[in-house]
């Protein structure tokens, strides 16, 4: 067997089996265990957690990429069930080590989870920046179309990060890329998160209206999966959109669909809601009991509304005492908001400078990109271009040479059988020719007008029809070499009758050198041979 056709299946067998090891490595990088506590925690987290601390002991005799695995896995696991997940310090230990040397498939989510952590931080900023370095981690990654999940919830956290910061246009732009990705990926759950969003960072921005037409959209996709907790959650902002349209009818609907849906005790949410509806439709005495509730489990804002109120209410009950205690407790709550909108201020404006500037950045990159990518294109258009003209190239080569070789061992087989001609038929041809009308015709007229005449169209159709006769298949062989233009014709032609070239060029109205310029040319035209003489063509004229 050849030697050739033996190395080609081996080194097929050698890069199958190369890619097969590569793919069990990469199967069986971790234990199963872990990568099991991976899927569960995506479905079960509580159950993950469970597990992922069981092998707390276990995992410390293990390998360092192991480890890693599994603190980046209880990270996930407790941000899922809401537990505190680790310190900034610990998180930008788990990045650095997949920044360095660690399976950079899983940088994008320990990116991820470091924004988390500093989510829960209140540092906007630097979770901001660590939601975008995973989106950049996906873009570079091997298959980034693997993380389309991970990278909707990055644009979801990053719209929550500039709400956060006031930021309520970029808000909207972040979630409306998350619910683009969650639609191509069909998640309907990922969805409804996306269009509560957008309707709540609309009614951040005082535009209800809008808010409306995402929660509507909300409703129908959380209707078609039958999921209460999200039309429960769904049916209270539509009501609090309600009420800043001052639609207060509409909003006590929906608020009454909101809490038929939900059992149990009321969400603060829920109060919230039903304390502002109460006060705008002067119904004291519940504004007054649920005002009382949020200032004992509310929020900040919560408490700072509901203290405001109450005082209002004590003055127009004529309880000045108890207003002034109010009032009091107001002027610390919103010194208090006051400090954190100041420290929110100064983050805001460090965040749109520094979103503004990633923007510029993004885009020049981008410009650069384009002109990369399009630099690319032509130099592998141009290549594959030269790849393809350089094999035609070859391929004509190849043809003209098969073609050149042919004809010359035509050329040999016509002077072969021209040699072995019998003379008696080539006197009788040179007869034929020399005692034709046309030929006596053409030496009187040569031998009167000193070979200057000019045969006319009459004449040429006789010497065609001569040369036809005594050899049928002239013209034929001729034109099968090489395309002859008609001057070319008429010199062969003559050059078959036995006239001279000084002959020929009176006949045609050329000069002696064109005639020899013209035999030399047609040699090299039918048989590729360079610098060619024109006797060349006179002798293979001849044994035609």
Request: hydrophobic share 40%.
């Amino acid at each position: 067997m050849n030697r050739r056709t033996t190395f080609t299946p081996l080194l097929a067998m050698l890069v199958l089996a190369i890619a097969l090891a590569f793919a069990s490595c990469r199967t069986e990088r971790y234990p199963r265990i872990l990568t099991d506590a991976d899927k569960l925690a995506d479905t079960q987290p509580d159950s993950a957690l469970r597990l992922l601390r069981s092998l707390e002991q276990r995992v410390d005799h293990e390998v360092l990429p192991t480890r890693m695995y599994w603190r980046l896995l209880l990270v996930k696991a407790s941000d899922k069930v809401s537990q505190p997940m680790c310190t900034p310090d610990e998180i930008e230990e788990i990045v650095r080590y997949y920044t360095d040397d660690g399976d950079r498939e899983l940088l994008p989510e320990a990116l991820y989870y470091a924004g988390r952590v500093y989510r829960t931080c209140n540092d906007a900023p630097e979770a901001r920046r660590y939601f975008l370095a995973a989106v950049e981690a996906m873009d570079r990654s091997f298959r980034p179309e693997d993380f389309a999940a991970l990278r909707g919830k990055c644009f979801s956290q990053l719209g929550s990060v500039y709400l956060y910061q006031d930021l309520c246009g970029e808000s909207v732009k972040m979630y409306q890329k998350a619910f683009r990705i969650n639609h191509s990926a069909n998640d309907t759950v990922g969805m409804v998160f996306n269009l509560r969003d957008v309707a709540n960072a609309y009614l951040s921005m005082s535009k209800p209206d809008s808010s409306l037409i995402y929660i509507r959209s909300g409703i129908r996709l959380a209707t078609e999966i039958a999921d209460t907790l999200f039309l429960n959650e769904l049916y209270l902002l539509q009501s609090a959109a309600q009420i800043e349209r001052g639609d207060y009818t509409g909003a006590q609907a929906d608020f009454n669909r909101a809490s038929k849906l939900v059992k149990g005790k009321p969400s603060i949410t829920q109060t919230t809601i039903s304390a502002r509806l109460a006060y705008a439709t002067g119904d004291t005495a519940t504004c007054r009991r649920l005002a009382g509730s949020m200032l004992a489990e509310g929020n900040l804002h919560d408490k700072r509304w509901a203290s405001r109120i109450l005082a209002e209410l004590s003055l127009s009950n004529h309880n000045p005492g108890e207003a002034m205690a109010l009032i009091r407790k107001y002027l610390v709550l919103n010194d208090s908001v006051m400090k954190i909108d100041r420290s929110q201020t100064i983050l805001k404006m460090n965040a749109l400078y520094d979103y503004s500037t990633r923007e510029k950045e993004n885009l020049i990159l981008k410009a650069k990109n384009a002109r990369l990518n399009l630099l690319i294109w032509i130099s592998a258009s141009l290549l594959v271009f030269l790849i393809v003209l350089s094999v035609l190239y070859v391929r004509y080569k190849r043809q003209q040479h098969t073609l050149m070789k042919l004809k010359i061992e035509k050329l040999e087989n016509l002077r072969k059988e021209s040699v072995a001609k019998d003379s008696f038929i080539v006197q009788q041809e040179t007869d034929s020719i020399k005692g034709s009308a046309i030929y006596h015709a053409i030496l009187q007229n040569v031998n009167a007008q000193k070979g200057t005449t000019k045969l006319n169209d009459r004449e040429w159709e006789e010497v065609a029809s001569l040369i036809k006769k005594v050899y049928p298949d002239f013209e034929q062989r001729l034109l099968s070499l090489c395309r002859i233009n008609d001057n070319e014709m008429k010199v062969s032609l003559l050059l078959k009758m036995g006239f001279a070239p000084s002959v020929i060029a009176g006949l045609t109205c050329h000069s002696k050198e064109s005639v020899s310029a013209t035999r030399r040319r047609l040699f090299e035209k039918a048989f590729g041979k360079k610098k060619a003489t024109p006797r060349e063509w006179d002798d293979f004229i001849r044994t035609l």
